[in-house]
Nanobody, 124 residues
Framework: VQLQASGGGLVQAGGSLRLSCAAS????????MGWFRQAPGKEREFVAA????????YYPDSVKGRFTISRDNAKNTLYLQMNNLKAEDTAVYYC??????????????????WGQGTQVTVSS
């Protein structure tokens, strides 16, 4: 599967952005999907994940209540709605995919396919 992330940009603190990740192929609905981010000088960090059906979602405490992951399997598209953005959310955001599994949703190493990343910059 090939992934292409978009929707990043510059936003003021407290603002919102919605990221999208378009996937190629006809088996998108069988992939668990995730969002990760990486700030300069830092390791890649888990942001959100969603099961193949959309029935389960996962977030770290740092974004819980502010970010929402969703997917539209008919459109082969993954989304990340980000509200109440903070300066510390500034990073390159990556979407990722893996064949259906039932654990390790928050581990970058568990994903096989990655998009190219989209820059999110939050000004304080």
């Amino acid at each position: 599967v090939q992934l292409q992330a978009s929707g990043g940009g510059l936003v003021q603190a407290g603002g919102s952005l919605r990221l999208s990740c378009a996937a190629s192929g006809r088996t998108f609905s069988r992939y668990d999907m995730g969002w990760f981010r990486q700030a300069p000088g830092k390791e890649r960090e888990f942001v959100a994940a969603i099961s193949w059906s959309g029935g389960s979602t996962y977030y770290p405490d740092s974004v819980k209540g502010r970010f929402t992951i969703s997917r539209d399997n008919a459109k082969n598209t993954l989304y990340l709605q980000m509200n109440n953005l903070k300066a510390e959310d500034t990073a390159v955001y990556y979407c990722a995919a893996r064949w259906t599994a039932y654990s390790d949703f928050g581990k970058a190493g568990a994903y096989d396919y990655w998009g190219q990343g989209t820059q999110v910059t939050v000004s304080s």
